[in-house]
């Protein structure tokens, strides 16, 4: 049997209550199949993949808080710190009710090999919780951020572990977040990214993953001869990844049709109204539904998928698994020609090939999205420095970057013979050195 295959066939015993993590672990091992078969008796022997998916550690603690009746409630609180082979761990806080520790496992590997691809010194971690913020106020929320950090503060630091935002997990939170940390360790440092601007945070760093979505998407595009500009676009979500998508495809002279949250979708004809989706999303923290109040000749669903409507582009950015393969059908038959993930695994291993088999481009989330963290890196750099760099400045770099993210997937595509294969091109190219610098820093 193959060294992946044992290795995977060990995890799915071991791990079969968590089926999203051994998805992630099953899509990134079987494409580096090539790479790992031409070093097989070099990393089975050191242990390689099976010292990649075991997390270096894992935390999970109790989370009590009071609501603004005085009722107590308890959550769960996770951080997985799962590699730090070339540098601090780095990752974001997701809160929703979904949240498990499979969960958290699988985005934490992710992160491994996404920051990996970045270039920038950052390892892998992620964490959260299961607390639902939604209809929660500014209190309630409040005193949950500072519960979870009276717990996450013992593990975390600037040349440690350094959290940043996710699902639920906004500038709001962050704030709260940094504040808690700041009282009970008495260090104002760069351990969170994502800060206010006012408090050490970066520009551009809101708009980071979508802006480098589209970056990517539009290097894809024009290295395989289109071009963004002209082009329909399909998105999923209204989130912050989903909002400055759709802000900077219309700036690159696309138009966006669809926004979707977790009750509904919008198609406008005409192209969404972004500022109508900012107010609902962003300032009332309200439902995608209000949508009509705004653009009265607009469609509002609450059944079915955006991906059912014609587009060129489609990017999924709400959350994992949510474009299947009866969705991929739907966008072939409808002439997609490119599909680029926002959010972290939102396509389905079967919708995923049948894209690839259909000749659609298809970039993965741990290169797409990588804007966010990269972005977040640099906030970091700009923390240790104590200096603050321009709108201009950063988001020329976050562009650089990105541009270079899908130069190395192209290029190691190309190296193992899969041209146009950018999901083996991601996972290989971020392996890679993540391997180099695991192998060198001994057992
Ligand atoms: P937000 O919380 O800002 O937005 C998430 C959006 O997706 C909302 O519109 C939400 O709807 C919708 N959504 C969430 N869960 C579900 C669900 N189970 N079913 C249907 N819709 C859902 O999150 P982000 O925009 O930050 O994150 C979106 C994705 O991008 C995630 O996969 C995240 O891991 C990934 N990502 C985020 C980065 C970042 O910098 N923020 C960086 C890299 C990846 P509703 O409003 O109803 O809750």
Known sequence: MSYVSEVLQGLEVKFAS??????????????????????????????????????????????PWVDDNGQVHVNTGYRVQFNNAIGPYKGGLRLHPSVNLGIIKFLGFEQIFKNSLTGLPIGGGKGGSDFDPKGRSDNE?????????????????????????????????????????KKLSGDYCGVLTGKGLTYGGSLVRTQATGYGLLYLTQEMLKTNGHDLAGKTVAISG??????????????????????SDSTGWVYDAEGIDLDAVKEIKEVKRGRLAEYKNYRPNAEYHTEGRVWSVK???????????????????????????????????????????????????????KAANA?????????????????????????AKLKDIMVNIFRKLDDAARRYG???????????????KVAEATLAQGI
């Open 371 to 395: 804007g966010g963290v990269a972005t977040s890196a640099l906030e970091m750099s700009q923390n240790s420095e104590r200096l603050s760099w321009t709108f201009e400045e950063v988001d």
């Open 18 to 63: 968590q089926p999203e993590f051994l998805q992630a672990v099953r899509e990134v091992l079987t494409s580096l199949a090539p790479v790992i078969e031409a070093n097989e008796e070099k990393y089975r022997k050191a242990a390689l993949l099976e010292r990649l998916t075991e997390p270096d550690r894992q935390i999970l603690f109790r989370v």
């Open 418 to 432: 899969m041209e146009g294969n950018y999901v083996a091109g991601a996972n290989i190219a971020g392996f890679e």
């Open 238 to 259: 209204s989130g912050n990844v989903a909002i400055y998508a759709a802000e900077k495809a219309v700036q690159l002279g696309a138009k966006v049709v669809t926004m």
């Open 311 to 365: 587009c060129d582009v489609a990017l999924p950015c709400a959350t994992q698994n949510e474009l299947h393969l009866e969705d991929a059908q739907a966008l072939v038959a409808n002439g997609c020609i490119a599909v680029a993930e926002g959010a972290n695994m939102p396509t389905t291993i079967e919708a995923t090939e049948y894209l690839q088999a259909s000749g659609v481009l298809f970039a993965p989330g």
């Open 141 to 181: 929320i409040m005193n949950f951020c500072q519960s979870f950090m009276n717990e996450l503060y013992k593990y975390i630091g600037p040349d440690r572990d350094v959290p940043a935002g996710d699902i639920g997990v906004g500038a709001r939170e962050i704030g709260y977040l940094f504040g808690q940390y």
